[in-house]
């Protein structure tokens, strides 16, 4: 048990929960987008641990254009991860960073993800959160295993035959015990004029018998990188949620961030409260987000992205500035 614990901890994408006990989930975030953007999927395979340790696994189905979300449980034993790469099943799905495979009562098939991109991994900052992911008491953590990468194959949506090829897909996770008491997430990788990627979270923190609001934004521009993170130094100077928008602004040495998401139609997905699937948070995958990145005040990026995902959750407020 050691060793798989040792190795989840360098390679984020893996499965954490070894020896977990209580209080406890992890997900695994698939979203999938068709060529004509006529269907927008969020698949969410995962498992939980209730404070009493009751175990269970699930599949989050989020219809994104129907604005619809289905919560499917199973048995714990069914959840089945690899002790040595991210693989996991539950009874008949299967979920890696290569391929998706679905046999549901309304949705079947086998998704291959190709061209992946994860972020940069290293001794010091393993994945999105940085050096914040060695602290062994954080209530949530959070990982990216593919920015971006092209779909392949069909799915079976309610008997009828669904061609993603020449799709695109997105990939991250969270682990712990439950959400942040307040977040703002979103996540486009389809713009209009580049190819290029974005997830942006905002969140209040516990941390060491305070909280602070913390913020991972990892861009992926044409094959190159750009992270802005509360570890790396950079500053949130403006926060404001509004009834149709939320608007974002950071800064870190030499670049600034604008990010401005107008909110779309949203379907209820369940979430983790020390374990137990019990609470409620609202995301679309039809928002629309305006981004702009400079440097030195020079546009390096301006454009727009659809088919977003968005959530804003819990007393949101605490995380406003400016």
Not at 46 to 66: C, H, N, P
Not at 100 to 112: A, F, Q, S
Not at 113 to 142: A, R
Request: with cysteine.
């Amino acid at each position: 048990m050691l060793f798989q614990k040792l190795k989840a901890l360098r390679n984020p994408d893996m499965y954490h929960g070894w020896g977990k006990s209580k209080k406890y989930f992890e997900g695994w975030y698939f979203k999938l987008i068709d060529a004509t953007e006529t269907y927008a999927l969020a698949i969410i395979p995962g498992i939980s641990i209730t404070s009493e340790g009751t175990q269970s696994a699930f599949i989050q189905i989020l219809d994104g254009k129907g604005c619809t979300a289905t919560f499917i449980p199973f048995d714990a034993n069914s959840f089945q991860p690899d002790d040595d790469k991210f693989f996991i099943k539950i009874k008949d799905n299967e979920f890696s960073a290569d391929f998706i495979k679905l046999n549901l009562d309304n949705l079947k098939g086998t998704l291959r993800l190709i061209d992946t991109q994860p972020i940069e991994n290293t001794l010091l900052s393993p994945g999105i959160m940085g050096w914040y992911s060695y602290m062994p008491f954080m209530e949530c953590y959070h990982g990216i295993v593919s920015m971006n990468h092209r779909l392949e194959g069909e799915l079976m949506i309610d008997g009828k035959s669904v061609d993603f090829t020449g799709g695109k897909g997105y990939l991250e996770k969270d682990w712990g015990e439950s959400f942040p008491s307040s977040w703002i997430w979103m996540q486009t990788n389809h713009f209009q004029h580049h190819e290029a990627s974005l997830m942006a979270s905002v969140a209040n923190i516990p941390f060491m018998g305070t909280h602070f609001v913390g913020f991972l934004i990892s861009f992926w521009l044409e094959g190159k990188f750009y992270r802005f993170a509360t570890y790396t130094g950079a500053k949130m100077t403006f926060s404001k949620v509004y009834d149709d928008r939320v608007e974002l602004k950071f800064k870190n040495g030499k670049f600034r961030l604008v990010i401005t998401a107008f909110k779309g139609a949203t379907g209820e997905l369940v979430s983790p409260i020390e374990g137990n699937m019990a609470g409620k948070v609202n995301e679309s995958l039809d928002a629309k987000v305006h981004f702009k990145l400079l440097k030195n005040n020079q546009i390096v990026f301006d454009d727009w992205g659809r088919n977003a995902g968005l959530e804003v959750a819990g007393n949101y407020e605490e995380l406003e500035i400016g």
